[in-house]
């Protein structure tokens, strides 16, 4: 798959999570993706790595009823053989808390024939954890 | 091109690895625009390689002993490359290592870095290097 077709994937999980149509997104990945969101997980409800559809099905369950999201901006796609590198602005609200958090994002997919085999996010955990504490 | 920017790139890192930091600094456009994530001891927006130097790489090769930052990845088009880094060191005032992964997007304009982002973990950083004790408090 070209990076091109990678993106064209990456821009349809996006799109998939816009509508909340989860499984739309794990008919995007290999039955044994790994997927790696960043943070302490006794702090940060959805942090952790997570293996297989079921367990990112998972993920995305416990990010819904933990967040609130208002805005969720994937501004910019960068790719190159089978990465791509996708930087998104976000805010969203902490349901524990009401405390509402902006944030800058970076989500590393690495692609194999054509699905996502592993997803990796890196951000400002710490502004995370403010939110949730 | 995509190839080219990433060879120049992969040569800063070779430089900031050998601790020839003026070469570093010489790969940045004068005005480069260097955003550090907020939950940094660094985090801000620095405007020039000066204020690069003295609010990010001096304070962050006093509180990390050994502080490196290894290129694993990179990925690049346009003028855009994105590259995925290993930070490793060891903490001074806690004693702790430092490995957590980032990712640095970098911008090139006439052959110059004229932008840099940053994305971490940054409470993993600050296991290895608190707010609070870091010489950029």
Redesign the interface.
């Known amino acids: 798959m070209s990076?091109d077709e990678n993106v064209k994937t990456a821009q349809e999980g996006y799109a998939a999570f816009g509508r909340g149509d989860v499984p739309a997104i794990l008919e995007l990945l290999t039955d044994d993706v790994e997927w790696v969101e960043?943070?302490?997980p006794d702090v940060l409800p959805a942090a952790g790595t997570y293996r297989g559809k079921e367990e990112v099905g998972r993920f995305f369950a416990i990010t819904g009823e933990n967040l609130e999201i208002h805005k969720f901006e994937p501004h910019?796609f960068?790719?190159?053989?089978d990465?791509?590198?996708v930087?998104i602005s976000t805010e969203a609200t902490a349901k524990s808390t009401g405390r509402r958090v902006a944030n800058?994002?970076?989500h590393?997919w690495t692609f194999r024939d054509g699905k996502l085999a592993h997803f990796?996010a890196?951000?400002?955990?710490?502004?995370a954890?403010g939110a949730y504490s | 091109m995509?190839g080219e920017n990433i060879e120049f790139v992969k040569s800063l890192y070779a430089a900031f690895a050998r601790g020839d930091i003026p070469a570093v600094l010489d790969g940045f456009a004068e005005d480069i625009e260097w955003?550090e994530?907020?939950?940094m001891p660094y985090g801000g927006v620095y405007r020039g390689g000066d204020a690069v130097l003295q609010n990010v790489f001096g304070p962050i090769s006093t509180d990390v002993e050994g502080f490196a930052a290894a290129p694993e990845?990179?990925?690049?088009?346009g003028d855009?490359?994105?590259v995925?880094v290993r930070y490793t060191g060891v903490g001074k005032v806690s004693g702790k290592p430092l490995d957590v992964?980032?990712?640095h997007?970098w911008e090139i304009g006439d052959g110059k870095l004229t932008r840099f982002?940053q994305?971490?973990?940054?409470?993993?950083f600050?296991e290895v290097v608190p707010a609070d004790v870091s010489v950029a408090a």
Do not use: M, Y
């Open positions: 990076a960043p943070g302490p910019a960068i790719a190159q053989d990465h791509v590198v930087l800058h994002i970076a590393v990796e890196f951000s400002d955990t710490a502004a954890v | 995509g955003h994530a907020e939950g990845e990179f990925v690049g088009s855009t490359v994105a995925v992964p980032a990712v997007v982002r994305f971490i973990d940054t409470v993993k600050a």
